[in-house]
């Protein structure tokens, strides 16, 4: 963790406060604001290696907690994790045995980057197309998501896809991001369901 996020301040409090990287006070902080995740909530975590997300979701539902990632989430009580692409489509349907209903998607999940701006930019937008589709097949309507993404090109055009499938659409800067960072949190509250892909939707 040490070399990964450096030794600032707010790392230093993650490593004081047993979180498992400093991405924690980003979930908190958001909410905080938004109470996003209710106290008996089933919440699926997208992109949750080392696991700091986990750490919070678990202290805030008694419900059913399963994170995905490409890399192996070291154990935590209480919460089942799978090392799995989140682009798999036989995925979604695991989830959902897994998981019987799902209340809240979150979904830190960012692509390795390459240095190439417009590739890199394309790839964080692509993926959070893919964390859409995902969260519109396994969620319960009226449930929430929140999605990291990045501004730049084509961050409108996922916004408005967002913006299809849920009653409230909301973006948020974390003051917990580091500065400068393009990093950006869409919240999307109140699912109405998704058009089949038969229909040609996502
Ligand atoms: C910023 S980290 C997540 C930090 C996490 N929220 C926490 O609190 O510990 C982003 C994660 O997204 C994961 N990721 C990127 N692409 C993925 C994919 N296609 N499937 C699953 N995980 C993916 C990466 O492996 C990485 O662990």
Redesign the pocket.
């Known amino acids: 963790m040490g070399s990964q996020w450096g030794r600032d301040r707010t790392y230093l409090r993650a490593v004081r406060e047993g ?6 006070y ?2 908190r902080e958001i909410q905080e604001r938004y109470h996003l995740i209710r106290d008996t909530d089933n919440v699926l ?12 979701a678990r202290g805030l539902t008694e419900g059913k907690i399963v994170g ?4 192996p ?1 070291a154990p935590l009580e209480g919460v089942t994790t799978l090392s ?5 489509r036989e995925l979604r349907q695991e989830v959902r045995s897994l998981m019987g209903t799902v209340n809240v998607v ?7 980057l390459s240095g190439h701006r417009s590739y890199d930019q394309a790839r964080a937008i692509g ?1 959070g197309e ?1 964390v859409l589709a995902f969260a519109c097949e396994v969620l319960k309507p009226g449930g929430n998501l929140l999605m ?1 993404s990045f501004q730049g090109e084509d961050f409108s055009s996922l916004l408005e896809d967002v913006r299809q499938y849920f009653l409230s659409v909301k973006t948020y800067r974390s003051q917990a991001s580091r500065k400068g960072s393009s990093e950006i949190y869409i919240i999307a509250r109140n699912f109405v369901g998704c058009r089949n892909e038969a229909e040609g939707s996502i």
């Open positions: 979180y498992r990287s400093r991405a924690a980003k979930l975590d997208l992109g949750a290696a080392p696991g700091s997300w986990l750490q919070v995905i990632d490409l890399s989430i799995a692409d989140l682009t798999s979150i979904s830190d999940a960012a692509p390795k993926l893919e990291k």
